[in-house]
């Protein structure tokens, strides 16, 4: 199972409780992942051939990617390796955010397009798009940025923003204490789609705060479910 989600730590506890001779693997983005029920590696695999090697030398026979609906590259990689391997492949991805009467939502189609859709003045933007790509952000040096976090990997002065480390899920009392406390203008955030983050969404709308909301990069077709029952309904009938 390509993990990292909060669905594949669900995925991997009933695979567990079932019996199922698994390997839960993290890509390694955060310093201290979640602990699994089943046997963990951390890393990348080395591209496409580095993962077909290493379906055949752990003799794998079924591939879930449950990984981040972001996390692009690594589900293109498996898309070409089981199909090259003949492994069976599912997704199970969190349904992607829809817009309600209220919301004030303009889509982008990644980080460049987040960047330049914000005002040219001034604004305290909370930005919630995890740590990779906070760079182009900051090179705009007259917003003020909240980041909420997983591992400290950054400080801001005051002046600049403020740095939460939290884990998720959120809830909605929390995120409406945050973005007020903080003052927040502008919410930037990429469409990860499921319950645990979508709170921050949802105070945006009672507030009537603008949202920069990233769409999701493109991955090829693949069969993907959305409920860790489906994946087990599907490990029991699908064959190499």
Same mark, same amino acid.
């Given at each position: 199972m390509l993990g990292g989600t909060t669905e594949a730590s669900r995925l991997a506890q009933a695979l567990a409780q079932a019996g199922v001779d698994g390997i839960f693997s993290y890509a390694g983005r955060t310093d201290a992942p979640i602990a699994q029920p089943l046997p963990t590696r951390v890393g990348g695999f080395g591209g496409v051939a580095g993962l077909q090697a290493f379906f055949q030398a752990e003799r794998i026979t079924h591939v879930v990617d449950a990984t981040h609906p972001f996390a692009a590259q690594m589900s293109r990689n498996a898309v070409q390796a089981c199909a090259a391997a003949g492994v069976p492949l599912l997704a199970l991805e969190r349904p992607a955010w829809q817009a309600q009467s209220g919301d004030a939502?303009?889509? !982008?189609? +990644?980080?460049? @397009?987040?960047?330049?859709?914000?005002?040219? &003045?001034?604004?305290?933007?909370? *930005?919630?798009?995890? %740590?990779?790509?906070?760079?182009?952000?900051?090179?705009?040096?007259?917003?003020?940025?909240?980041?909420?976090?997983?591992?400290? !990997?950054? +400080?801001?002065? @005051?002046?600049?923003?403020?740095?939460?480390? &939290?884990?998720?899920?959120?809830? *909605?009392?929390?995120? %409406?204490?945050?973005?007020?406390?903080?003052?927040?203008?502008?919410?930037?955030?990429?469409?990860?789609?499921?319950?645990?983050?979508?709170?921050?969404?949802?105070?945006?709308?009672?507030?009537?705060?603008?949202?920069?909301?990233?769409?999701?990069?493109?991955?090829?077709?693949?069969?993907?479910?959305?409920?860790?029952?489906?994946?087990?309904?599907?490990?029991?009938?699908?064959?190499?």
């Open positions: 939502w303009q889509h !982008v189609p +990644d980080i460049t @397009a987040a960047v330049q859709a914000l005002p040219s &003045d001034p604004t305290r933007v909370f *930005l919630a798009i995890g %740590r990779q790509n906070l760079a182009p952000f900051l090179a705009h040096s007259q917003h003020w940025y909240l980041l909420r976090l997983v591992d400290p !990997v950054l +400080d801001l002065p @005051a002046e600049r923003g403020h740095v939460v480390l &939290d884990r998720g899920p959120f809830t *909605l009392e929390g995120d %409406r204490a945050l973005l007020q406390a903080h003052g927040i203008t502008h919410v930037v955030s990429k469409n990860s789609g499921g319950a645990g983050a979508q709170a921050k969404l949802t105070v945006a709308r009672e507030r009537g705060l603008p949202v920069i909301l990233i769409d999701r990069p493109f991955i090829p077709p693949r069969q993907t479910v959305c409920t860790v029952d489906e994946v087990l309904r599907w490990m029991a009938t699908a064959r190499r």
